[in-house]
Protein backbone atom coordinates (compact mmCIF):
# COMPACT_ATOMS: atom_id res chain seq x y z
CA UNK A 1 0.00 0.00 0.00
CA UNK A 2 2.80 2.52 0.82
CA UNK A 3 4.48 1.76 -2.52
CA UNK A 4 1.43 2.56 -4.19
CA UNK A 5 0.61 5.24 -2.50
CA UNK A 6 4.85 6.49 -3.35
CA UNK A 7 3.97 5.49 -7.43
CA UNK A 8 0.86 7.91 -7.27
CA UNK A 9 2.48 11.21 -5.72
CA UNK A 10 5.34 10.65 -8.11
CA UNK A 11 2.88 10.26 -10.77
CA UNK A 12 0.76 13.45 -9.40
CA UNK A 13 4.03 16.01 -9.36
CA UNK A 14 5.04 14.78 -12.72
CA UNK A 15 1.40 15.96 -13.82
CA UNK A 16 2.21 19.15 -12.06
CA UNK A 17 5.45 19.63 -13.40
CA UNK A 18 4.33 18.71 -16.75
CA UNK A 19 1.88 21.69 -16.71
CA UNK A 20 4.73 24.09 -15.65
CA UNK A 21 7.29 23.41 -18.35
CA UNK A 22 10.59 24.25 -19.08
CA UNK A 23 13.84 22.57 -18.33
CA UNK A 24 12.87 22.44 -14.28
CA UNK A 25 9.93 20.18 -16.04
CA UNK A 26 12.79 17.82 -18.20
CA UNK A 27 14.55 17.66 -14.46
CA UNK A 28 11.69 16.92 -12.14
CA UNK A 29 10.51 14.78 -14.39
CA UNK A 30 13.99 12.44 -15.07
CA UNK A 31 14.23 12.49 -11.23
CA UNK A 32 10.84 11.46 -10.78
CA UNK A 33 11.59 8.32 -13.51
CA UNK A 34 14.80 7.28 -11.79
CA UNK A 35 13.10 6.92 -8.33
CA UNK A 36 10.53 4.79 -9.20
CA UNK A 37 12.47 2.79 -11.55
CA UNK A 38 15.65 2.46 -9.94
CA UNK A 39 14.96 -0.18 -7.22
CA UNK A 40 18.85 -1.50 -5.91
CA UNK A 41 22.26 -0.42 -5.48
CA UNK A 42 24.72 -1.14 -9.10
CA UNK A 43 27.20 -2.90 -6.83
CA UNK A 44 26.82 -5.79 -4.26
CA UNK A 45 27.35 -6.11 -0.86
CA UNK A 46 30.37 -8.60 0.58
CA UNK A 47 28.55 -10.07 3.06
CA UNK A 48 31.48 -12.77 4.21
CA UNK A 49 32.44 -9.77 6.41
CA UNK A 50 34.94 -9.15 3.73
CA UNK A 51 34.97 -6.47 1.18
CA UNK A 52 34.17 -2.76 1.60
CA UNK A 53 33.11 -0.27 -1.69
CA UNK A 54 32.97 3.64 -1.34
CA UNK A 55 31.55 6.40 -3.51
CA UNK A 56 31.34 10.18 -3.07
CA UNK A 57 30.01 13.02 -5.23
CA UNK A 58 32.43 13.00 -7.73
CA UNK A 59 30.30 14.30 -10.53
CA UNK A 60 31.59 17.38 -12.73
CA UNK A 61 35.15 17.15 -11.15
CA UNK A 62 37.97 17.86 -13.41
CA UNK A 63 39.23 14.85 -15.86
CA UNK A 64 42.15 15.15 -18.23
CA UNK A 65 42.35 11.55 -19.91
CA UNK A 66 41.50 12.39 -24.12
CA UNK A 67 41.16 16.27 -23.21
CA UNK A 68 39.88 18.15 -20.54
CA UNK A 69 36.59 17.59 -19.73
CA UNK A 70 33.88 16.84 -16.61
CA UNK A 71 33.56 13.69 -14.85
CA UNK A 72 30.01 12.08 -16.28
CA UNK A 73 29.22 10.13 -13.28
CA UNK A 74 29.44 8.49 -9.56
CA UNK A 75 32.51 6.64 -9.19
CA UNK A 76 32.10 3.27 -6.67
CA UNK A 77 35.62 2.22 -5.40
CA UNK A 78 36.30 -1.30 -4.39
CA UNK A 79 38.15 -0.98 -1.34
CA UNK A 80 40.36 -4.29 -2.33
CA UNK A 81 41.10 -2.90 -5.20
CA UNK A 82 40.61 -6.56 -7.16
CA UNK A 83 39.19 -6.37 -10.57
CA UNK A 84 36.40 -9.10 -11.28
CA UNK A 85 35.94 -9.22 -7.64
CA UNK A 86 32.91 -7.41 -7.04
CA UNK A 87 29.44 -7.89 -9.16
CA UNK A 88 27.57 -4.94 -11.12
CA UNK A 89 23.81 -5.20 -11.07
CA UNK A 90 21.57 -3.66 -13.27
CA UNK A 91 19.74 -0.99 -10.92
CA UNK A 92 16.61 -1.19 -13.39
CA UNK A 93 14.60 -3.28 -15.90
CA UNK A 94 15.62 -2.13 -19.68
CA UNK A 95 17.38 -3.44 -22.48
CA UNK A 96 21.08 -3.37 -22.91
CA UNK A 97 21.39 -0.76 -25.68
CA UNK A 98 25.71 -0.56 -25.62
CA UNK A 99 28.20 -3.18 -24.81
CA UNK A 100 31.30 -3.04 -25.64
CA UNK A 101 34.92 -1.36 -25.76
CA UNK A 102 34.77 2.25 -25.31
CA UNK A 103 38.39 4.16 -25.56
CA UNK A 104 37.55 6.27 -21.81
CA UNK A 105 34.43 3.60 -20.12
CA UNK A 106 36.61 0.62 -21.47
CA UNK A 107 34.63 -2.56 -20.90
CA UNK A 108 30.97 -0.65 -20.95
CA UNK A 109 27.32 -1.31 -20.99
CA UNK A 110 24.36 1.34 -21.35
CA UNK A 111 21.14 0.04 -20.53
CA UNK A 112 18.24 2.21 -21.71
CA UNK A 113 15.26 1.49 -19.31
CA UNK A 114 11.50 1.12 -19.49
CA UNK A 115 11.22 4.65 -18.78
CA UNK A 116 13.63 6.19 -21.16
CA UNK A 117 16.37 6.74 -18.52
CA UNK A 118 20.03 5.52 -20.12
CA UNK A 119 22.38 3.68 -17.31
CA UNK A 120 25.70 3.71 -18.27
CA UNK A 121 28.22 1.09 -16.25
CA UNK A 122 32.19 1.64 -17.29
CA UNK A 123 35.31 0.47 -16.59
CA UNK A 124 34.49 -3.25 -16.30
CA UNK A 125 36.67 -6.65 -15.89
CA UNK A 126 34.30 -8.74 -17.52
CA UNK A 127 30.61 -8.88 -18.76
CA UNK A 128 28.18 -11.91 -17.21
CA UNK A 129 26.90 -15.08 -19.08
CA UNK A 130 23.92 -13.99 -21.22
CA UNK A 131 24.24 -10.27 -21.19
CA UNK A 132 24.36 -8.67 -25.11
CA UNK A 133 23.29 -5.88 -26.95
CA UNK A 134 19.15 -6.23 -27.21
CA UNK A 135 19.10 -8.29 -23.87
CA UNK A 136 16.40 -7.36 -21.67
CA UNK A 137 17.42 -7.48 -18.36
CA UNK A 138 15.72 -7.09 -15.16
CA UNK A 139 16.10 -5.05 -11.76
CA UNK A 140 18.91 -6.95 -9.96
CA UNK A 141 20.87 -8.76 -13.35
CA UNK A 142 24.19 -9.46 -13.43
CA UNK A 143 25.27 -7.34 -15.74
CA UNK A 144 29.23 -8.50 -14.92
CA UNK A 145 32.29 -7.38 -12.62
CA UNK A 146 34.15 -4.38 -11.59
CA UNK A 147 37.25 -4.01 -12.82
CA UNK A 148 39.75 -1.16 -14.04
CA UNK A 149 39.47 -1.43 -17.82
CA UNK A 150 39.90 1.98 -20.06
CA UNK A 151 41.98 4.72 -20.95
CA UNK A 152 43.40 3.87 -24.01
CA UNK A 153 43.09 0.68 -26.83
CA UNK A 154 40.82 -2.47 -26.07
CA UNK A 155 42.44 -4.45 -23.40
CA UNK A 156 43.83 -1.43 -21.55
CA UNK A 157 43.47 -2.12 -17.41
CA UNK A 158 45.57 -0.87 -14.58
CA UNK A 159 45.27 2.74 -15.42
CA UNK A 160 43.64 3.79 -12.23
CA UNK A 161 42.10 2.09 -9.35
CA UNK A 162 39.50 -0.87 -9.84
CA UNK A 163 36.28 0.64 -9.55
CA UNK A 164 32.52 1.15 -11.26
CA UNK A 165 31.65 4.43 -13.20
CA UNK A 166 28.13 4.87 -12.74
CA UNK A 167 26.41 7.59 -14.88
CA UNK A 168 22.45 8.57 -15.99
CA UNK A 169 21.35 9.89 -18.98
CA UNK A 170 17.87 11.20 -20.61
CA UNK A 171 17.28 10.70 -24.00
CA UNK A 172 16.89 14.53 -24.65
CA UNK A 173 19.91 15.31 -22.10
CA UNK A 174 23.19 15.65 -23.61
CA UNK A 175 24.84 15.59 -20.31
CA UNK A 176 24.73 13.24 -17.79
CA UNK A 177 22.99 14.29 -14.86
CA UNK A 178 24.75 14.14 -11.31
CA UNK A 179 23.74 10.08 -9.83
CA UNK A 180 24.65 10.96 -6.21
CA UNK A 181 21.27 11.45 -4.98
CA UNK A 182 19.79 8.18 -6.20
CA UNK A 183 23.28 6.27 -5.04
CA UNK A 184 22.67 7.16 -1.77
CA UNK A 185 19.39 6.45 -1.80
CA UNK A 186 20.18 2.81 -2.81
CA UNK A 187 23.18 2.00 -0.52
CA UNK A 188 21.33 0.08 1.67
CA UNK A 189 19.40 -1.60 -1.06
CA UNK A 190 22.80 -3.80 -2.56
CA UNK A 191 22.34 -7.26 -3.34
CA UNK A 192 24.61 -9.62 -1.09
CA UNK A 193 26.96 -11.99 -2.52
CA UNK A 194 29.62 -14.17 -0.75
CA UNK A 195 32.85 -14.14 -3.52
CA UNK A 196 33.78 -17.50 -4.65
CA UNK A 197 37.56 -18.35 -3.81
CA UNK A 198 39.17 -18.46 -7.46
CA UNK A 199 40.93 -22.08 -8.57
CA UNK A 200 43.94 -21.95 -10.07
Not at 84 to 107: D, M, R
Request: charge should be negative.
Amino acid sequence: MKQRMEVILVLLLAVVITLLGGPLNELAIFRCTVEREAVCFPVGKDVSGGQEIFFEDSFGEARSFGGERQHEGCDIIAGNNKPGYFPVFSVCEGIVENIGWLKLGGYRIGIRSTGGIYYYYAHLDSYAEGISQGARVEAGTLLGFMGDSGYGEEGTRGQFPVHLHFGIYTGTMEKGQNPFWILKRLKNKQIAFIPVPVVK
